[in-house]
């Protein structure tokens, strides 16, 4: 049994147009509501929460609702049709329409609805390649869908940097080109999406295969009443707390540096055009390129180990950052040591979660996971916007540095969990990491 490239590729174009976008919201909207709507760093960090606020509800209400749909084109892809249709217009509306209006509550109500549009496909989104790839290939499959989002966040800063033009007040940023390029981009992805992904008759082909369900799923749904609600043991379950504050604490760094770092470099380092962009596009290549010595090293050292070094790595990165007066061309050595960083965590923290569930509760166990990061980037953009509104924006990395510490403190109490993985026996499983 071989994995079907081309029809993950395929497949991969949904999450691929979800990441462009969530990258064109993550830099560009925080400095929309600044320059153009003079709100605060507080305001600002208040709404860029929203979409995880969303997240927590959403994502598992319409992955559950797509799971009992049942229509000519499949369960999956009406959604995400939907949702993309919604997006385009909303993202049109926003930047044409809502903007320049001046209207704060009116572009606030346009963004929640694109932010609603956003929400109904990402869960079916990323359930689809599971849905249509056989049981043991879906380890190699989730690593191509990785690796087409980290090509959909590329294509954002490429075009960031391509098209946003230096301008003396940033109010007058003219962001319609990057927007349209954006709009091209999810429209062509989901076309082809589409046209060429049936879902309903590819499903019916693998369950004709006995593809579908491997052996080890069967196992586990027989033990699900065995294990299912069982308590951990005690040390156990302090072990599994101290990995979800450490969780917190390394979004808390993290998303804090992600979501004000445009705002910064203006505000800072007096940088007015797209060239931060090259920084983040550095972060985020060397992040991918990063997946498969890393996986390497987590299974000579341990998963633990490894996560404690990428929480030092970036910890080093985000006090060198507080120190820099201006931009430098080095700060693009430092950001791809973050990218790094942020990989050894990434790689290794959700399957330490799994490795301390129950087989019957690897469900519950991923939703506390997800109910921990999510919370931590609802909490972080007004914490931290309320010290760059009130002290500094010189605060931000400080700020970083601080709960890059206390996720090293709580990390080294967690004493379970940390099954050296084994050796990946085909080079994409490195990239098999948490969507």
């Given at each position: 049994?071989?994995?079907?490239?081309?029809?993950?590729?395929?497949?991969?174009?949904?999450?691929?147009?979800?990441?462009?976008f969530w990258q064109f919201y993550d830099n560009e909207i925080p400095k929309i509501l600044k320059y153009n709507f003079n709100l605060g760093e507080t305001a600002t960090g208040a709404i860029m929460a929203l979409d995880n606020v969303f997240a927590l509800f959403m994502l598992p209400f319409f992955g559950a609702l797509s799971d009992k749909t049942d229509t000519k084109f499949g369960k999956r892809i009406p959604y995400i049709l939907i949702g993309t249709i919604g997006a385009i217009v909303f993202l049109f509306l926003l930047i044409n329409v809502a903007k320049p209006s001046g209207n704060i509550g009116f572009f606030i109500v346009i963004l929640l609805l694109l932010l609603i549009s956003m929400g109904i496909y990402r869960s079916p989104a990323v359930s689809l390649?599971?849905?249509?790839?056989?049981?043991?290939?879906?380890?190699?499959?989730?690593?191509?869908?990785?690796?087409?989002?980290?090509?959909?966040?590329?294509?954002?800063?490429?075009?960031?940097?391509?098209?946003?033009?230096?301008?003396?007040?940033?109010?007058?940023?003219?962001?319609?080109?990057?927007?349209?390029?954006?709009?091209?981009?999810?429209?062509?992805?989901?076309?082809?999406?589409?046209?060429?992904?049936?879902?309903?008759?590819?499903?019916?082909?693998?369950?004709?295969?006995?593809?579908?369900?491997?052996?080890?799923?069967?196992?586990?749904?027989?033990?699900?009443?065995?294990?299912?609600?069982?308590?951990?043991?005690?040390?156990?379950?302090?072990?599994?707390?101290?990995?979800?504050?450490?969780?917190?604490?390394?979004?808390?760094?993290?998303?804090?540096?992600?979501?004000?770092?445009?705002?910064?470099?203006?505000e800072v380092w007096d940088l007015h055009d797209g060239s931060y962009a090259k920084t983040l596009l550095i972060?985020?290549?060397?992040?991918?390129?990063?997946?498969?010595?890393?996986?390497?090293?987590?299974?000579?050292?341990?998963?633990?180990?490894?996560?404690?070094?990428?929480?030092?790595?970036?910890?080093?990165?985000?006090?060198?950052?507080?120190?820099?007066?201006?931009?430098?061309?080095?700060?693009?050595?430092f950001f791809a040591l973050i990218g790094i960083g942020w990989a050894a965590i990434n790689v290794n923290s959700y399957p330490m979660v799994v490795e301390m569930s129950r087989a019957g509760d690897i469900g519950k166990y991923t939703g506390l996971y997800y109910t921990f990061s999510m919370a931590a980037q609802v909490f972080t953009p007004i914490l931290s916007g309320i010290l760059l509104?009130?002290?500094?924006?010189?605060?931000?990395?400080?700020?970083?540095?601080?709960?890059?510490?206390?996720?090293?403190?709580?990390?080294?109490?967690?004493?379970?969990?940390?099954?050296?993985?084994?050796?990946?026996e085909n080079i994409l499983e490195n990239f098999d990491v948490d969507d």
């Open positions: 049994m071989k994995l079907n490239y081309k029809r993950t590729i395929l497949i991969g174009f949904a999450f691929l147009s979800i990441c462009a390649m599971p849905d249509l790839t056989p049981a043991p290939l879906r380890s190699a499959g989730n690593a191509i869908i990785n690796l087409m989002g980290a090509l959909g966040g590329v294509f954002t800063l490429v075009m960031t940097m391509v098209l946003i033009k230096k301008v003396d007040d940033s109010s007058m940023t003219n962001y319609s080109p990057l927007m349209f390029s954006i709009i091209i981009l999810m429209a062509v992805s989901i076309l082809i999406l589409v046209l060429n992904i049936k879902e309903n008759k590819i499903k019916s082909d693998i369950e004709k295969e006995g593809g579908l369900h491997s052996l080890g799923e069967e196992i586990e749904k027989e033990s699900e009443d065995v294990n299912s609600g069982v308590k951990l043991p005690g040390d156990v379950f302090k072990s599994l707390a101290f990995l979800l504050m450490s969780v917190a604490f390394w979004y808390m760094a993290y998303n804090a540096v992600t979501t004000a770092y445009t705002r910064y470099v203006e972060a985020t290549v060397a992040a991918v390129l990063s997946y498969i010595p890393i996986g390497a090293i987590s299974s000579r050292i341990g998963r633990k180990k490894t996560i404690l070094a990428g929480v030092i790595i970036m910890t080093f990165c985000y006090i060198v950052a507080a120190f820099m007066p201006r931009y430098s061309g080095s700060i693009n050595i509104e009130h002290i500094s924006y010189r605060t931000l990395f400080p700020y970083a540095v601080v709960f890059s510490c206390l996720a090293f403190c709580t990390m080294m109490m967690v004493k379970h969990g940390d099954v050296k993985p084994a050796k990946k």
